[in-house]
T-cell receptor
């Protein structure tokens, strides 16, 4: 079973700072997901990627398959970015094969 | 936009009660999932279903059962609720080629068993 590690567990930053959240996994994957969970519970899918880099607004996700590592970057961070960010990997065989990291709790202070 | 709706945001039940958590999705997705989320443990898969009347155990099925009589609805049943089932429960759905499609989550049900 894949082991998914996220770092840091908690991150507090000032508005406007560049944020990086890291995710590493132990076994080869078919896809990696970045999810966002705001207080209250609902989870939103931000990115799904299997190679390279994706960008959506101020969010950028990269993945290095050889190093088994992905990063989520937030540029010009804003208090509304405060949330838990979760990395999940699919080791193949369907969506039941998803393994989740424990999440990174991000707080952006004004 | 895909909508996954969970019937309750907050639920308080007593030990020994039978509890039903309902989930409905409106995008004709084949796959549906029930997870629980606990501090320090992340999301863990309880049960999933690839089709109507089909169900498969996830990583932590003990104490739970599920029902999928219609494609859009996936119910999680706690046959006899216990305090260690106090948790956040999240339902999700995805189309059949889930390797290439993101999961769509409901807003979660925070269940407290007293």
């Amino acid at each position: 079973k894949n082991e998914v590690e996220q770092s840091p567990q908690n991150l507090t930053a000032q508005e406007g700072e560049f944020i990086t959240i890291n995710c590493s996994y132990s076994v080869g994957i078919s896809a990696l997901h970045w999810l966002q969970q705001h207080p209250g519970g609902g989870i939103v899918s931000l990115f799904m990627l299997s190679s390279g880099k994706k960008k959506h607004g101020r969010l950028i996700a990269t993945i290095n398959i050889q190093e088994k590592h992905s990063s989520l970057h937030i540029t010009a961070s804003h208090p509304r970015d405060s949330a838990v960010y979760i990395c999940a990997v699919n080791s193949g065989g369907g969506a039941d094969g998803l393994t989740f990291g424990k999440g990174t709790h991000l707080i952006i202070q004004p | 936009d895909v909508k996954v709706t969970q019937s309750s945001r907050y639920l308080v039940k007593r030990t020994g009660e039978k509890v039903f958590l309902e989930c409905v999705q409106d995008m004709d997705h084949e796959n549906m999932f029930w997870y629980r989320q606990d501090p320090g443990l992340g999301l863990r898969l309880i049960y999933f279903s690839y089709d109507v009347k089909m169900k498969e155990k996830g990583d932590i099925p003990e104490g739970y059962s599920v029902s999928r009589e219609k494609k859009e609805r996936f119910s999680l049943i706690l046959e006899s609720a216990s305090t260690n089932q106090t948790s956040m429960y999240l339902c999700a759905s995805s189309p059949i080629r889930a390797d290439y499609s993101p999961l769509h989550f409901g807003n979660g049900t925070r269940l407290t068993v007293t």
